[in-house]
């Protein structure tokens, strides 16, 4: 083995994080080999994963920039600035920034991976190898184990070997087999279906049948549904319910799911033609919060859902995924004879941001679903875009730092946390109430 | 098959709860099965475990005395009514009760584990099948594989199968496949190592070497040793190092440790004259926290450190097993013609004690460690079972709660928590501080 070869890095998986990792390192120079267990997706149709669109923001488009490839995003996004709440027919614009302006972009996630996959494949140093099942993992010999399509065994070994290969990660689960590797697995009791809004030929949003520069949100007892736009003019819809109980996948049978819509998501129904079809055969996903610790062992190293599978509520599963490549792919690239340092400093950076993106996640679930309906929340968050409009930096809404910033995760938490409590502090607990109570006959008082 | 054969059930694994569980079974006239990996301990040898003694307190003697053996602990027990804090050579003793006469009980848990599987092998409807792997779990099915000591695979089926199997359960591992089965494992930084102190000839309390009616504890920076008695003289300590760091396993080679324990537990060395073989010989075992969630599928259920692992420092791994075993037993003979529905009420019941107790005895090692060896700790002790002694059961301090009664642990708890806060509301706050200050003055003047 050469000293070049000593440098060559191995990625598992060439999903958005492997792939964005891949043109990263490439265009430093470094060669590397991606395996991916499923077949080349420009020759044998898309790439799965699990959902139809993304919710890319602030992190994501700085990923991007680092691999040259920030042009995609104005090509094929369609920003949404704000959330459209629907209830009992009506609908609410809730703007997501204080100035109504910072958007969060739906797009494609198989466009967004093809995209990647001809980035990297387009560096001379980035070779990929197709339909390579991972089957073992041995850290201590830095060597890794595939099956090719017809179920041949070949081995190859790198000094870094990089598990991108998503929530069911198999080098993940090389990793559990070491002592002492902390995991947990936590399911939510609700589940998720997609459901389609197709494009349409007349009316004031054509091609689209509802606002396209939204994310759309009907919530309703204890479960929601939520809609995206496409650049085709449909609409992906999530339907977000528990498995079982009154409002459930389980309480709601396909033939009677119109009578549902039409009673809970009266607006929607009426621009969901094929919706009993699609209820009854679109599965059932589960959602679920991975974590583990550490993220890596020697060369062998996690990043994206299989270090940090996330429920998509916040819309940063990608967005994480992308900081975690550009992380490390910088990591790497500064100190390449020194790796395992380079993989530790990336763990020590990175493992609280993913805990605490998991955490805020399955926070704004809870927030979407209970709240967004609500016209205390709606008034609270009048009240964080105002103080943000009288301070400025010294009060940043929490979900402006997580979408429209970088500041790292977990810093942001502290911080939203540490600003209200400084104004509470400042202000006193009464004038405090007293805001909050004007803000609230603000919002009531004011149309939308 | 027969209606009889309807009714049996098949326990994987004869550690305690698996044969305490077997024993209430047969008891109540239940057909049972228990397959055990290894082989009969009473021909060849003991069976292996965790731990060389257990803690049993109420919880534990409760089980016991419904299998009809609480004698056991008259004959074979080492009642320990409270702590020994050892610190730079001195030593304060701790009561665990107000009344200083509620102990815990320190026994063998081979002996005990070989006294449950007799008394269950005692009933004629008990069958104990040795040597026999438990390979793979089909809920749906009813049906459990197994591999015998040769290596030829064998297929039972029951109604209800039970994993006693312990905190790496293959029956855990077959519900883990699953859909949506929550898990977590969660590794301390720190591990254990067990030492002895042998018998003496000579001395005080010959022929233990120091106090055998105690808890010893050894608490130092960020880590502690614990001793407890053996029926022969002998104390098995622990020790409860991390694995690196300054104060650590890394950090003490064996040809130091005689050194490091001059300095920091000399009272300990001045008895322990095999140290440094045993330190070099005896492995480090890691410490976990295993939950999972649920706890069946269909009629496949886990008891016990299956359900459940937890860490050793609340002294209560065995006991809350015994409490499971119970609560499944009690179900189970209660409704012959729901087994389903019986299994169903017992994880109702029983998960958030589990999860409980897995929190209580990871704050345990805290206080263990960090706190035992303070002065305000040891006021705050008395300030409790003073309260304790003048309110009654209106004041009842946690410890006693978990050690000392058998409420449920969720609510012992909780109740702790509420004891608190009622105080603080009639007392005020200044009060309170008041009377934690007399009662610090109180512990610092009085001896011991």
Redesign the interface.
């Known amino acids: 083995m050469n000293a070049q070869d000593d440098t060559r890095v191995i990625i598992v998986g060439a999903g958005l994080a492997g792939c964005l990792l891949a043109r990263l390192l490439g265009r430093g120079g470094r060669r590397v080999t991606v395996y991916e267990r499923r077949g080349d997706p420009r020759g044998r149709g898309p790439l799965g994963g699990r959902s139809i669109n993304l919710a890319i923001s602030a992190r994501g488009i700085d990923g991007l920039k680092a691999a040259g490839l920030e042009g995609h995003l104005r090509d094929h996004a369609i920003p949404m600035p704000g959330r459209m709440i629907h209830q009992e027919g009506r609908t609410v614009f809730q703007a997501y920034s204080a100035s109504g302006e910072k958007a969060i972009n739906s797009v494609s996630r198989s466009e967004l991976n093809l995209l990647l996959l001809d980035a990297a494949d387009e560096c001379e140093e980035v070779e990929f190898r197709f339909g390579m099942a991972c089957l073992d993992v041995d850290p201590e010999a830095g060597t890794i184990r595939f099956a090719d399509e017809e179920g041949r065994e070949q081995t190859d070994r790198a000094t870094v070997i990089v598990g991108a290969d998503g929530a069911y990660s198999g080098v993940r689960g090389a990793l559990q087999k070491t ?9 939510l009791e609700d589940g998720y279906k997609e459901l389609t809004i197709p494009a349409v030929k007349e009316g004031p949003h054509a091609p689209y049948a509802i606002e396209p520069r939204a994310l759309h949100i009907w919530p309703h007892g204890g479960s929601m549904m939520i809609a995206l736009p496409n650049l085709d003019g449909s609409f992906t819809c999530t339907l977000f319910w528990p ?1 079982e109980g009154p409002h459930s996948f389980g309480a709601v049978p396909p033939e009677e799911v119109r009578e549902f819509f039409d009673r809970f998501y009266p607006d929607a129904s009426a621009v969901m033609p094929d919706l009993e079809e699609e209820y009854r055969s679109n599965p059932i996903g ?1 959602l ?1 919060t991975m974590r583990c ?1 550490p993220w890596h062992r020697r060369g062998v190293v996690l990043i994206g859902d299989a270090a940090h599978a996330i429920v998509p509520f916040y819309g940063q599963g990608a967005n994480a995924s992308f900081e975690d490549a550009k992380r490390l792919a910088e990591g790497l690239l500064a100190a390449p004879g020194d790796p395992i340092g380079a993989i530790e400093g990336y763990y020590r950076d990175r493992v609280d941001q993913g805990n605490a993106i998991a955490d805020l996640a399955l926070q704004n679930f809870i927030e979407m679903r209970d709240h967004t309906g609500k016209g205390w929340f709606r008034a609270k968050k009048r009240l964080e875009h105002l103080l943000h409009g009288l301070l400025g930096d010294r009060f940043l809404p929490l979900y402006e730092m997580v979408s429209f910033t970088t500041i790292p995760y977990a810093e942001a938490r502290r911080k939203a946390r540490r600003q209200w409590r400084t104004l509470y502090a400042a202000t006193g607990w009464t004038t405090g109430v007293v805001i909050l109570i004007l803000a609230a006959v603000l919002a009531i008082t004011l149309p939308g």
């Open positions: 002592p002492r590797f902390s995991f947990s697995q936590d399911f498995y589960p679920a610790r």
